[in-house]
């Protein structure tokens, strides 16, 4: 018997196995194509207020990215005369308050209402401040919240450095109630703004930032005296002597990689050097030396293995040089 003989016979393609071959996956290119494209147009809608605005008022999944693409062009080098929009930052008020009173839930949602705050925040005008406050009340959502407190702290500082009048009481009342959420990172994001928006020895805002001091959660505790020290109140030295103590974590072996001990690493340089930028703030504010303790500890730094760290304390022990003796 001849190979021919073996082979099967030939027949021509079933219309099922052409659909398989060709048209599936040309189906799913179009899809990754207009999936790419969709991001694209959005990555690139301009410096367009009312191409945000349409694109926002869209009941769709794709919402959130042009909101997190409005507040990247608000930080952006052109993003000046968007920040003094009234009227964007109204519609923008409004979509977020729409959202809010829509009932949904859902993730995309709720990143749509977070970018939309963020977006708010970066203007300088106070037009945009009464949405951010109606979202900080509403402690149920906590990621929302949050945002709008951290949001309030960056447009006050905007407002007052476009020649605009700073926080009224209102604000810090909303803050100071935020702070008393159950939610650890609400509790730390109004702390730190309490610092921006707050006045030394204002009442509520000041007693709520003392509290705070003996907090039991270590980012709120260190972002209250922070606070504390933009404010020029001695009563942050302690927790700031505690923040500079932090002992630095062994370094892994150059052959193992050891991501906890990386974080742990990382984070206690942020928190030492936030305790040096907290002490500059309060030299600023009082004029005045620091403890012994404190110079000791200073002093302990200037050799610590983090360069930044080393780095930092060369400036504070600089700026503590310039002081002049008061009298």
């Not at 196995?17 to 494209?37: C, S």
């Not at 926002?56 to 608000?74: I, M, S, T, V, Y």
């Not at 974590?249 to 040096?276: F, G, H, I, M, T």
């Not at 500890?297 to 293995?305: G, H, M, R, T």
Request: with cysteine; aromatic share 4%.
């Amino acid at each position: 018997m001849s190979p021919d003989h073996l082979l099967p016979p030939v027949e021509p393609p079933s219309a099922g196995f052409l659909v398989q071959l060709f048209l599936v996956p040309g189906l799913i290119v179009a899809i990754i194509v207009g999936v790419w494209l969709t991001f694209h147009w959005l990555a690139h809608l301009g410096q367009d207020p009312q191409a945000y605005v349409r694109t926002l008022r869209r009941d769709n999944e794709g919402r959130w990215q042009a909101a997190l693409n409005l507040a990247n062009d608000l930080r952006g080098p052109g993003g000046a005369a968007l920040k003094s929009d009234t009227t964007l930052a109204g519609e923008l008020g409004r979509i977020l308050a729409d959202e809010s009173k829509s009932g949904r839930t859902g993730e995309q949602s709720q990143m749509l209402r977070v970018y939309l705050c963020r977006a708010l925040g970066e203007f300088t005008i106070p037009e945009a401040l009464a949405p951010l406050l109606e979202r900080a009340k509403d402690t149920t959502q906590p990621q929302v919240a949050r945002a709008a407190i951290e949001a309030i702290a960056v447009l006050s500082t905007n407002v007052v450095a476009a020649g605009g009048s700073p926080s009224g009481v209102n604000v810090a009342d909303a803050v100071v109630a935020a702070s008393g959420s159950e939610d650890a990172g609400l509790r730390s994001a109004a702390a730190f703004t309490l610092g921006v928006v707050g006045q030394k020895g204002s009442g509520p805002a000041d007693d709520r930032l003392h509290a705070l001091l003996a907090d039991a959660n270590d980012d709120v505790r260190y972002n209250a005296a922070l606070a504390l020290a933009r404010l020029g109140d001695g009563a942050s030295l302690d927790t700031l002597e505690e923040m500079l103590s932090l002992p630095d974590e062994p370094a892994p072996k150059p052959d193992a990689r050891d991501d906890v001990a990386q974080s742990k690493r990382y984070k206690r340089a942020l928190v030492v050097l936030n305790a040096l930028r907290g002490l500059a703030l309060l030299v600023d504010a009082t004029h005045s030396p620091l403890p012994e303790g404190i110079l000791a500890k200073l002093k302990s730094l200037a050799e610590d293995p983090v360069s930044d760290v080393r780095a930092g304390v060369t400036a504070l022990e600089a700026k503590l040089a310039r002081l002049t003796p008061a009298g």
